[in-house]
């Protein structure tokens, strides 16, 4: 069963545009958001992390939007270069129980 | 701070071979994950444990075995090797709630 559905699964943007990830969720317990950033042959990192109870936060050029009543969450990358590249995955989790992530979002910035 | 430490990196298996991975973490994180990655399918759970001595199975547990003997420690067997055991392998760990921090990943070909 997927509990966290994420698209697209690939994204090409140019670059100083906004790459924006989408991601759905359907277990309304879940209270810890994450999203990681991937480079090819490295492990997942951290990269921004909400919790429901903001709509909003951001660090950088990223910010996350959450939207609890539609149970969605967003990933926005302003300004989009190059070596943000990667693949992205959205995650959820809820106290002791395990991290669900998303299918993962492969992005491309062209100069 | 070596975080979660992944080995061997690479390893290449006979059909029927067996092999056991190796994650070890420093940070005195609760729960360990392993993970399977392949191309279009993201990150699929093989296995989990929320504590030493303690282990659960996740989305793709067939074919995999795991042991939590110690908390900075957990193995992953397999014990028959098979081609569709092909993948790259990620061990995490984190506490309850929080981010979840990934080895460097171990790349295993089945022939």
């Known amino acids: 069963q997927q509990q966290v559905k994420q698209s697209p699964q690939s994204l090409i943007v140019q670059k100083g545009g906004i790459s924006i990830i989408n991601c759905a969720y359907e277990n309304t317990a879940f209270d810890y958001f994450p999203w990681y950033q991937q480079f090819p042959g490295k492990g997942p990192a951290l990269l921004i992390a909400i919790r429901p109870d903001v709509s909003e936060k951001k660090e950088g050029r990223f910010t996350i939007s959450f939207n609890k009543s539609a149970k969605q969450f967003s990933l926005h990358i302003m300004d989009s270069q190059p070596g943000d590249s990667a693949t992205y995955f959205c995650a959820a989790s809820r106290g002791y129980q395990k991290v669900t992530f998303g299918t993962g979002t492969k992005l491309q910035v062209i100069p | 701070n070596a975080g979660v430490t992944q080995t061997p990196k690479f390893r290449v298996l006979k059909t029927g071979q067996s092999m056991t991975l190796l994650c070890a973490q420093d940070m005195n994180h609760e729960y360990m994950y392993w993970y399977r990655q392949d191309p279009g399918m993201g990150l699929r759970l093989i296995h989990y444990s929320v504590g030493e001595g303690t282990t659960a199975k996740g989305e793709v547990p067939d074919g995999y075995n795991v042991s939590r003997l110690k908390k900075q420690n957990f193995l992953l067997g397999l014990e028959s090797a098979a081609p569709s055991q092909t993948s790259v392998y990620f061990c995490?760990?984190?506490?309850?709630?929080?981010?979840?921090?990934f080895g460097q990943g171990t790349r295993l070909t089945v022939v």
């Open positions: 995490a760990s984190s506490n309850a709630g929080q981010q979840a921090f």
